[in-house]
C-alpha cells in the first residue's frame, strides 16, 4: 500500500509489461503462421495387396520410419488391396474406416492404434468416454503407457466433465480424485488439498501442481492463486504416489498435469456463459482453434469472471480473468508447443466464522452457516501507522482490494524424434508472478465473548480507571457507522478481527530436458531439472493490529468509550474500532532458489504381460534468504505497534536429496492388471521457512546460528493395486501405506505464541474408484478413501507427546462420492452425493468436527449438436458442514462455548450455456 502517485506508476508499469507481453505473444504467433505456410504434408505411394489391417498398418509404419503401437490384441479385419497417393493421416483414415479402431499420433510420431471408446451419448458436454487405455502423458518412461498399464494410481478428468460440473476452481475440481482431502471453503484461491494422509491446512504441499509438464512453482508456495481453469484446459491427470517424487519437483506424493487444449485433437470453437441463479455471478470462457494446415494449429481463450460470492461480502468478490494461446506445430517427426499465459485476477478469502455447538455445530445467531461471512466494507479503509525515521506514515489497507493475482509467463515444449528409437524433449518456461493478500483473520477462541463479558473485562475496568478524573463512570461500545450504543447488560456476541496482509513476488526460471528411447524389451528416459526463483517478496505474514467487531453476516466495527453520570461521552479507547496495531508477527523477506536435478527411469517389458517400472532423481537445492525481525514501537507514547525492527539476517544453506521408486504391472488379460509400487522420495524446504522462524521468534537485536531453513521431509510409501474395465465397467482398488517423517506442525499456546514441532505421520488406507455403464439410460461411478492416519513420534520433551497415536487434525478417515447419472435422448441428468466423516481440529483430538454429507447436481440439455445448455446446482439441499476448525487456537480454549470454523458454501445454482462453432 503506498501512494495515489506510487500507485499511478504502478499500474503505468503493469499496463506497458502486458501489453509489452502480448505483443511478444502475437508476434511470435504470427511468425509461426507465416513459417507453417510454406510447409506441406508429406505424400507418397501406398500399395497394399491382400494384407489385412495389422500388415497394411506395419507396412505403413515402415515407409514413415516411424513406430507403431497397437494397444488393441488382434486386429482381425479382412484383407484388402489399397493403392493411393496421399498423407500418412489419409492412409490411415482409409484403413481405419468402418472399423473398431482408431488412431493418434503421438508427441514423437509414434502411430498409436486401440480400440475406439463406447459412446452411449455424443453430446457436446461428452466429447469421449475415458477409459483405462487412454494414452497417459505425465510421468511415463515408455511414450505409449496406458493408463491400464501404469504401474501408478492414476486419475483422469477431462474437459467434458469440467463443463458439465460448471467450471469449478482447482481444489473443487480435485475432489474426483481418491486419496485428496479437499478443503475449499476459502473461495476461488487460497485453498487446501491434502494427499494420502497429510493433515488438512496445508495448502497443495507435497503435490506438484503442473502445467503442460512442468510445475507451475517449483516449492509449490500458493500455487493455487497462480492456476485458474477454463476451456483451454483439455485434461487434468493426476498421479497419486507411484514415480511421482520421480517426475516432480517437490511432489513426492502426488502430481497434478493440467494439459493445454493446443487446437490440434479437438479443431472447434467454443463459447461458454454461465450465469449465478440465486447468486450474483457472470462468467465467459472462449476457445478459438485456428488451423493453419494439418501440422499447424493455433488455439487462444480464456476467461473472464465477476462475482459477489455465494457469501455476499457486500462488495464485488472475484473479478478478472485469463487469456492463454497455444500455438501447436506437428508432423511425424516434430513437435513444438509455444505457451503463453496472461493471469490478472482479484478473489477473496473467506476466513472462518463464529460456532457454537460440538456435536451438532450451528452459527450463531445473525450469522448464517451456509452463507454468512465476516468480511464487510467496514474494513475497506483500515490505517497501519508505522514509524519511519523519527517520524510516522500511515498506510491505508482496504479488504475489497482482496487477493490481486498477477501473472505471466512464455513458454516452450519440443518432442523430436531423433530415429526410431530415440527422442529429445524439452520443456522450458519463464514466469513473472506476484500476489497481493488482504484477509480478515482470527486468533484464539477465547477473543468471542459477550458484551457484557468484554465489559467487564481487565482491559476495560483500566480504562476506565485511567479516565475517571475526567468523570469515566461506564463503559460502553458504539458503532463506527450507524452509532448504535452497546451496554454492558447485552448478551450480543464480539471478536476481534486481525487484519492480515501478505506479498508475492517472484521471477521464475523452470526447464526440463530429457533424452527417451525405446526398444522391444527395455524403454526409458533420463534428464535434467533446472529451477531459478528470485523473490523480491517472499508471502511472509504481516499482521496489521486488531479491531473489535459484532459478531454477524457483514459485521461493523466498535468503538470502546467511557460515559460520565449524564450519559456523555468523556474518553475512547479505540480509533475507529482498531485497538492497537500490533500483531503476532510483521515479517519481511527476500529469496533465491536455485535447483539441479538429474533423473532416470527405466521400463522393462519382461514379458507382453508383465513390466518393470525403474526411476531415481537426485537433487541439489540451493536456498539464500534475507529476512528482518520485528519489535514493538509505540505510536503518540502510547499507542502500541508491531513493525520491522531494520535488523535484517541471511542465512544460505545447500540441500541434497535422493529418491527412487520401483513399480510393477501384471496384466494377464487384456482388461485386467495388477500393479504395485514402493518409493522414497522427499520435499526440499521452503525458502519462507527461515523468515517465518524469525517472525514467529521473541529474537530482535540477534538470530541464534541453528534458526535457519526447514530440513527435508521424507514420504515413504508402498501401494498394491487393481484395474479392471470391460468397456462398459471398470473400477480401480488401492491398499496404500504411507509415512511422512519428519513433519515440522505448528503448535499455537496463547493468543499471540506459536511453536513448533517435529513429529511424523504413519497413514494406511485403501482407495476404490469405479463406473458402470448399466445400459443406455443409466450409469453411476464413484469414489471412496478409508485411512487411518496418526500421529507419532512426538518427542516426549513436548506437552503434547501424549497425543502420539491420535487422529491427524482435519482429514476424515472416510471419504465417499456417488455419481448416478440418466440419460435420456438428448438430456442427461446427474446427482452427486459426498460423504465427509468424522475430523478433529486439534491435535489432542478435543474439538471434533463432525461427519456431513451434501448433494451436488446437473441437467444437460444438447439443443443441437453444437447448443447445449447446462443447470448446476451445488450443495441443493443447503446442509452445512466444517472443513476445518480454528487453526490459530490452543488446548485451553478447547471447551469455548464458541469458536471460529470454515464451513461449506451453501447451495448456489448456475446456468451455462455452451455453443460450439
Not at 65 to 77: F, H, P, V, Y
Not at 288 to 297: D, F, G, Q, R, S
Not at 740 to 753: A, C, E, H, I, M
Not at 795 to 811: F, K
Request: aromatic letters at 12%; charged letters at 20%.
Amino acid at each position: 500500500m503506498i501512494t495515489q502517485q506510487d500507485n499511478l506508476r504502478t499500474n503505468t508499469y503493469q499496463a506497458r509489461r502486458k501489453t509489452h507481453w502480448l505483443f511478444v505473444f502475437i508476434t511470435l504467433v504470427q511468425s509461426f503462421k507465416v513459417f507453417s505456410q510454406s510447409m506441406v504434408d508429406a505424400k507418397q505411394e501406398y500399395r497394399f495387396a491382400h494384407l489385412n489391417l495389422e500388415q497394411a498398418l506395419v507396412e505403413v509404419a515402415k515407409l514413415n520410419n516411424t513406430q507403431l503401437i497397437m494397444q488393441a490384441k488382434s486386429l482381425t479385419e479382412q484383407k484388402r488391396t489399397i493403392s493411393c497417393f496421399c498423407s500418412i493421416s489419409e492412409i490411415l483414415d482409409l484403413l481405419l474406416k468402418n472399423t473398431h479402431y482408431r488412431y493418434r499420433i503421438s508427441q514423437s510420431g509414434s502411430i498409436l492404434i486401440d480400440l475406439k471408446p463406447k459412446v452411449v451419448n455424443k453430446t457436446v458436454a461428452t466429447e469421449s468416454t475415458e477409459n483405462y487405455e487412454r494414452i497417459l502423458i505425465t510421468g511415463s518412461a515408455h511414450d505409449a503407457k496406458s493408463i491400464l498399464r501404469s504401474t501408478s494410481a492414476v486419475t483422469v478428468y477431462n474437459k467434458s466433465t469440467f463443463i458439465s460440473q460448471g467450471l469449478p476452481n482447482s481444489a473443487d475440481m480435485l475432489k474426483h480424485v481418491p486419496g485428496f482431502w479437499v478443503e475449499d471453503s476459502g473461495g476461488e484461491a487460497n485453498n487446501n488439498v491434502a494427499p494420502r494422509g497429510l493433515r488438512g491446512g496445508e495448502g497443495f504441499r507435497f503435490i506438484s501442481v503442473m502445467e503442460d509438464g512442468l510445475p507451475i512453482s517449483y516449492d509449490g508456495i500458493w500455487v493455487d492463486f497462480f492456476q485458474r481453469q477454463d476451456i483451454m484446459t483439455n485434461a487434468v491427470e493426476t498421479i497419486r504416489g507411484g514415480n511421482s517424487g520421480i517426475v516432480s519437483l517437490n511432489g513426492p506424493a502426488a502430481v497434478v498435469n493440467f494439459i493445454s487444449d493446443d487446437g490440434s485433437s479437438t479443431q472447434k470453437n467454443e463459447f461458454v456463459i454461465k450465469q449465478g441463479v440465486d447468486h450474483k455471478s457472470t462468467r465467459f470462457d472462449l476457445k478459438i482453434v485456428e488451423k493453419v494446415n494439418k501440422n499447424w494449429h493455433v488455439a487462444y481463450g480464456g476467461f473472464y469472471r465477476k462475482s459477489d460470492g455465494i457469501r455476499e461480502p457486500g462488495f464485488t468478490a472475484d473479478k478478472g480473468g485469463q487469456f492463454k494461446i497455444v500455438s501447436n506445430y506437428k508432423n511425424k517427426f516434430h513437435s513444438i508447443n509455444v505457451v503463453g499465459k496472461i493471469l490478472d485476477d482479484k478473489t477473496t478469502f473467506y476466513s472462518p466464522i463464529v460456532f457454537t455447538g460440538e456435536e451438532s455445530p450451528q452459527a450463531v445467531k445473525q450469522l448464517s452457516s451456509t452463507h454468512g461471512t465476516l468480511l464487510s466494507k467496514a474494513f475497506t479503509s483500515l490505517p497501519f501507522t508505522y514509524p519511519v525515521d523519527g517520524s510516522n506514515v500511515t498506510e491505508f489497507y482496504n479488504i475489497q482490494d482482496g487477493q490481486q493475482t498477477n501473472l505471466q509467463s512464455l513458454g516452450i515444449f519440443g518432442h523430436h524424434e531423433v530415429n526410431t528409437h530415440w527422442r529429445l524433449s524439452y520443456k522450458f518456461r519463464y514466469s513473472d508472478m506476484t500476489n497481493e493478500m488482504l484477509t480478515m483473520l482470527n486468533l484464539d477462541n477465547n477473543t468471542i465473548s459477550t458484551a457484557e463479558e468484554y465489559l467487564s473485562s481487565e482491559q476495560i475496568s483500566d480504562f476506565i480507571n485511567k479516565n475517571k478524573l475526567v468523570g469515566a463512570v461506564q463503559p460502553v461500545l458504539k458503532s463506527t457507522v450507524d452509532n448504535t450504543i452497546i451496554d454492558n447488560k447485552s448478551d450480543k456476541l464480539f471478536s476481534l478481527a486481525h487484519p492480515l496482509y501478505s506479498k508475492y513476488a517472484q521471477h521464475q526460471w523452470l526447464s526440463k530436458t530429457n533424452i527417451s528411447f525405446d526398444y522391444d524389451m527395455f524403454s526409458g528416459t533420463f534428464g535434467h531439472y533446472f529451477a531459478r526463483s528470485q523473490y523480491s517478496s517472499l508471502p511472509l505474514d504481516k499482521w496489521l493490529g486488531q479491531y473489535l467487531i459484532d459478531v454477524k453476516h457483514q459485521p461493523q466495527r466498535f468503538d470502546v468509550i467511557a460515559l460520565n453520570n449524564a450519559g456523555d461521552e468523556v474518553a475512547k479507547m479505540t480509533r475507529e474500532g482498531q485497538l492497537s496495531l500490533t500483531g503476532p508477527a510483521y515479517i519481511d523477506g527476500t529469496g533465491l532458489v536455485r535447483s539441479h536435478s538429474l533423473y532416470g527411469q527405466l521400463t522393462i517389458d519382461a514379458l507382453e504381460e508383465l513390466s518393470f517400472d525403474l526411476g531415481i532423481r537426485t537433487e541439489n537445492l540451493h536456498l539464500t534468504s534475507a529476512a528482518q525481525t520485528d519489535k514493538q514501537y509505540f505510536i503518540d507514547q502510547q499507542y502500541p505497534v508491531r513493525y520491522s525492527s531494520g535488523n535484517y539476517f541471511t542465512r544460505e544453506k545447500k540441500f541434497n536429496e535422493f529418491a527412487w521408486n520401483i513399480g510393477l504391472n501384471f496384466t494377464p488379460y487384456s482388461n485386467v492388471a495388477l500393479f504395485a509400487n514402493i518409493a522414497d522420495a522427499f520435499e526440499m524446504p521452503r525458502v519462507t521457512s527461515f523468515g517465518n522462524a524469525i517472525g514467529w521468534s521473541n529474537t530482535v537485536e540477534s538470530v541464534p546460528e541453528n534458526l535457519t531453513f526447514e530440513q527435508p521431509v521424507r514420504l515413504t510409501f508402498g501401494e498394491l493395486g487393481v484395474r479392471y474395465d470391460d468397456g462398459d465397467s471398470s473400477i480401480t482398488a488401492i491398499i496404500f501405506q504411507t509415512k511422512f517423517d519428519p513433519l515440522l506442525v505448528n503448535v499455537y499456546r496463547g493468543k499471540s505464541v506459536s511453536d513448533t514441532i517435529f513429529m511424523n505421520t504413519k497413514t494406511k488406507g485403501l482407495e476404490i474408484e469405479f463406473s458402470q455403464q448399466v445400459n443406455q439410460i443409466f450409469s453411476i461411478k464413484g469414489t471412496s478413501v478409508w485411512q487411518r492416519a496418526r500421529f507419532n513420534n512426538i518427542p516426549l520433551s513436548y506437552e503434547e507427546s501424549i497425543y502420539n497415536g491420535n487422529q491427524i487434525t482435519r482429514t476424515p478417515e472416510l471419504q465417499i462420492r456417488l455419481e448416478p447419472t440418466f440419460t435420456l435422448d438428448n438430456v442427461s441428468f446427474a446427482i452427486r452425493y459426498h460423504y465427509i466423516g468424522d475430523r478433529f481440529s486439534d491435535i489432542a483430538n478435543q474439538r471434533k468436527l463432525p461427519h456431513f454429507q451434501y448433494f451436488d447436481t446437473n441437467i444437460n440439455w444438447q439443443i443441437t449438436s453444437q447448443l447445449a445448455i447446462n443447470l448446476v446446482g451445488k450443495n441443493i439441499f443447503n446442509s452445512y458442514g466444517l472443513t476445518e476448525g480454528n487453526p490459530r487456537t490452543n488446548d485451553s480454549s478447547a471447551s469455548a462455548p464458541h469458536y471460529y470454523a470454515r464451513p461449506i458454501f451453501g447451495r448456489a445454482f448456475s446456468l451455462s450455456i455452451q455453443y460450439n462453432f
